[in-house]
């Protein structure tokens, strides 16, 4: 059985409400825009994914990048997990991403973690985007248990949790 009804169809633009952004799927062909937004904020982003992903390296190369899109593209092809990138207006920028994952955890039937590019941090995208995620996904999504990892749950609560069959 999947984690999703045979007749899901995924969202493909959502805009974020009082931005001039928007987030879509990401694809491998967003490395150019991905790997500089991911690596310029590292160390941040290694302190939320690092002990639960193993992600991202200190050492990720541009093509460990590609080959992570390309995955992921062909997860969301696939319906086996999601990720939207955070984008301008022209697609120019990746400013975050947004996960949608099946459990790997007991106790949801969705799990979903976001960020934003340091640069954001604490400001109106942020803000945004945090507000725009969970009406998202009671809106769009078929979850009636979303949980999301470090906001109604830390990572470490997390991590202790049981693992889902």
Known sequence: ?????????????????NTALHLRPIREADTAIDYPAVMGSRG???????????????TMTYEEDRID???????IAAHQSFNYALLDEKE???LGCVYIDPPERT?????????????LVGGEVER?????????IAA????QQ??????????QDWLALPRAS
């Open 107 to 119: 106790g949801s039937d969705g799990e979903v973690s976001w960020w934003v590019v340091d640069d």
């Open 92 to 94: 120019t920028k990746i």
């Open 140 to 143: 769009d999504w078929p979850f």
């Open 128 to 136: 945004a985007l945090d507000a725009l995620v969970p009406q998202w």
């Open 44 to 58: 941040r982003l290694w302190e939320i994914f690092g002990p639960a992903w193993g992600w991202p390296k200190e």
């Open 146 to 155: 979303p949980r999301y990892l470090g906001r109604d749950i830390t990572w």
């Open 1 to 17: 059985m999947s984690w999703l009804p045979d007749d899901f169809v995924h969202p493909v633009y959502v805009p974020v409400p």
């Open 69 to 75: 899109l390309l995955r992921h593209e062909k997860e």
